[in-house]
């Protein structure tokens, strides 16, 4: 339970990031049009909601798989005690569908991200560069909230 609301933190505290990353794009897009560089249009605003919602999304629906994964994991396991070799052979016999789980979220999440993309550049709706760079921003985000997340643990 606990882990499940400091996933919630760890959500809401990407959003607000992706968000100042989205910002920082669309400023950049409105100084290139001010020096006469570009002709800032909708497209950069809208192109930079989708890589944040893409993102953020793509992490919720991470969080939500592996916890699930894990939960049902424990849930198999039960709450009987097990010396190393019963838990190792447990281990053995049951990691394979967590595997299976993690692996299906990271296609599916995958899959968004590369739909997202042919989505920003085959169309007019959206600026495909406005759209990578908040996907792109996504490691570095996260290398950040962890790092804050460990200094707070300290």
Known sequence: MNENKLSGKEIITLLVLETLVAV??????????????????????????LGVAVIVL?????????????????????EREMDEEEAAKFAAENSMPIQNAIKTSFITRSATMVLALLVAFLTKWFHPLATVIPLLSFRPLLHIIE???????K
Do not use: E, P
Not at 30 to 41: A, E, H, K, P, Q
Not at 58 to 76: H, I, K, P, Q
Not at 147 to 153: D, V
């Open 24 to 49: 920082l794009v669309v400023g950049g897009f409105l100084i290139f049009d001010i020096l006469g560089l570009y002709d800032f249009s909708w497209q950069v605003i809208s192109g930079a909601v």
């Open 58 to 78: 793509n992490y919720l629906f991470l969080t939500v798989s592996v916890n699930r994964a894990v939960n049902n994991y424990l849930a198999l396991r039960g």
């Open 147 to 153: 790092t804050i997340k460990g200094k707070a643990g």
